[in-house]
């Protein structure tokens, strides 16, 4: 980590995350009486690049409220998940305490988790809005690595940078392809969900090229496995732009073939 400013950065978009929670958690779109009756928030991108969990150990990074930590340790995973917001930890735990199961939850920022112990695991994973929040691929990407035990894999899927290049309600492009390093600062109302209408926040986020991220992953010393694209959003997340595809969403007037997704995976050299 270079910037010593960013801590005001994290301090200002964790406090927007533990006000964002309880809003997420109340929405429809979180569901989370329906996540209870059944507990699966994985989409099938994720699902087929993860395969067979049993008997695996997965560390999930940047977890929100453990919907998909949960998911994954109903797959079979021993599941720990990260959040750098004391609100989302509070209430993976109770939904964690509430369906029986197994995971463990710590309240981190990504980048400290080296002082949490938990050693090695199998798999590390992270998904959809994830490293929009960190500055420091590189540094990320090394903890990673540190992170999983030889052979391990990394997984994430997440939104695809062209897709933040662009204001989603009109198509067009409003931000940079990567700003490196460099915030970006935003004044918003509302959130994603449903519910947060009278949320007013100051927000700071980062924009990372395709060629970043891959580079960091291949400087930390992970291994490319695959690289995958989708013309489609499994969340609809675009207001009055949105339609409706056979797979999910995606945005009016942009070619079928735009991305809105990427998947990558990754390994850790035996």
Not at 85 to 97: G, Q
Request: aromatic share 14%; proline share 4%.
């Amino acid at each position: 980590m270079e910037n010593s400013n960013w801590s005001s950065y994290f301090d200002a978009n964790q406090k927007l995350w533990d006000a964002k929670t309880p809003i997420h958690w109340a929405s429809s779109f979180y569901d989370v009486e329906g996540f209870i009756k059944k507990p699966n928030s994985l989409n099938s991108i994720e699902t087929k690049l993860l395969g067979d969990l049993h008997h695996q150990s997965i560390l999930h990074l940047q977890c929100h409220f453990g919907q998909d930590t949960i998911s994954l340790a109903k797959l079979g995973a021993k599941a720990v998940g990260i959040d750098f917001s004391s609100e989302a930890i509070d209430h993976a735990r109770k939904l964690n305490e509430e369906l029986g199961t197994d995971c463990t939850f710590f309240e981190s920022n990504v980048y400290n988790i080296a002082s949490l112990g938990l050693g090695q695991f199998d798999w590390v994973f992270t998904s959809y809005g994830s490293i929009c929040w960190l500055p420091d691929l590189e540094t990320w990407a090394r903890i990673i690595f540190n992170h999983l035990k030889p052979g391990g894999k990394f997984l994430i899927v997440d939104l695809h940078p062209l897709l933040h290049l662009l204001d989603w309600t009109t198509a067009q492009i409003a931000y940079e392809y990567d700003t490196y390093g460099q915030p970006i600062r935003e004044e918003n109302q509302g959130t994603y969900t449903d519910g947060g209408e009278c949320l007013k926040s100051v927000e700071y986020f980062w924009n990372h090229s395709m060629s970043s991220l891959i580079s960091a992953l291949l400087k930390s010393g992970l291994i490319l496995e695959s690289l995958d694209e989708f013309n489609y959003c499994p969340y609809d997340l675009f207001g009055d732009g949105s339609i409706a595809t056979e797979s999910g969403f995606a945005i009016k007037n942009l070619p079928k073939s735009f991305p809105y997704v990427y998947a990558i995976a990754c390994t850790k050299p035996l």
